[in-house]
């Protein structure tokens, strides 16, 4: 039988992942590294973390880059980092986020100074991220941006009204920043839901797997089952742009 000549897909040289110490990140991380990215990892506030997690990945020249996404400073640095040493970016994943869980109906729980921070890191760090990164990323072989949203954005019930507030306004500028930066960047929103990490505050493992006996899938997604969307964002999906993928077990239905 005649062989089946396929392209070359886009495997990204050098790729950053925000909040990459752990959880999503950590295995977004690894599977990158697994395709032969060098990795950046950016952490906060956890740097034996974020070395932890260099030494244990695959193939060479990976590093842990300390990148405050509420800081302009702090990833004006970063950037110049990035530049100095491999002259581009491929692929940026933001992935670093916090919330603070207050119940819906709780209004007066929900504070200004909670808003304000969910706001700040969940939405504003991100942009912040993308506007620093551009030029790079510009500059890199088919590159691409993926936030990693939640499907609290679509749903409407999350861990507080801020955090899903946030979500959806990072939804929203993947859309945007998807115009803006086309054709040379793609831009995508990973949208999760009940992911088994520490992410979430006091959530217990009992309590996810009794929200995924409910869902069409039945099963309580892992951070490796988003590090997947998010890999087949940035190699897979070569002439899309702009669009959210659920990562969610059908929550969304």
């Known amino acids: 039988m005649p062989t089946i000549d396929l392209p070359e897909l886009p495997m990204p040289k050098v790729s950053l992942v925000t909040g990459g110490s752990s959880g999503i990140g950590r295995a977004t991380a690894a599977r990158l590294a697994a395709l032969g990215s060098t990795v950046i990892i950016g952490y906060n506030a956890r740097p034996d973390a974020a070395h932890e997690v260099v ?8 590093l842990a880059m ?31 986020g916090a919330t603070t869980p207050v119940p819906a109906a709780d209004l007066d729980g929900l504070t200004d100074e ?3 921070r969910s706001v700040m890191v969940n939405l504003r760090g ?35 009204l801020a955090y899903l507030a946030a979500k959806g306004g990072l939804d929203s500028l993947t859309i945007a920043l998807a115009k803006v930066l086309a054709p ?17 505050p006091h959530r217990t493992r009992e309590q996810l797997e009794q929200v995924a006996q409910r869902l069409p899938l039945g099963h309580v997604t892992t951070p490796d089952d988003v590090a997947r969307a998010v890999v087949a964002c940035i ?12 990562v969610d077990e059908g929550r969304h239905l």
């Open 126 to 160: 991100p942009f912040a991220m993308v506007r620093a990164f551009r030029p790079l990323l510009e500059c890199g072989d088919k590159p691409a941006i993926v936030n990693i949203s939640s499907i609290a954005a679509r749903t409407g019930i999350g861990s507080s």
């Open 184 to 200: 040379k960047i793609r831009v995508f929103s990973v949208s999760p839901a009940g992911v088994d990490t520490d992410f979430v």
């Open 66 to 96: 300390q990148i405050s996404i509420e800081n302009a400073a702090s990833i004006a640095s970063a950037a110049a980092a990035v530049k100095d040493r491999f002259g581009k970016l491929d692929a940026l994943v933001n992935c670093g």
């Open 235 to 246: 190699v897979n999906l070569t002439s899309s742009t702009g669009i959210i993928v659920p």
């Open 114 to 116: 909670i808003f304000d």
């Open 55 to 62: 030494s244990g990945l695959a193939g060479s020249g990976h």
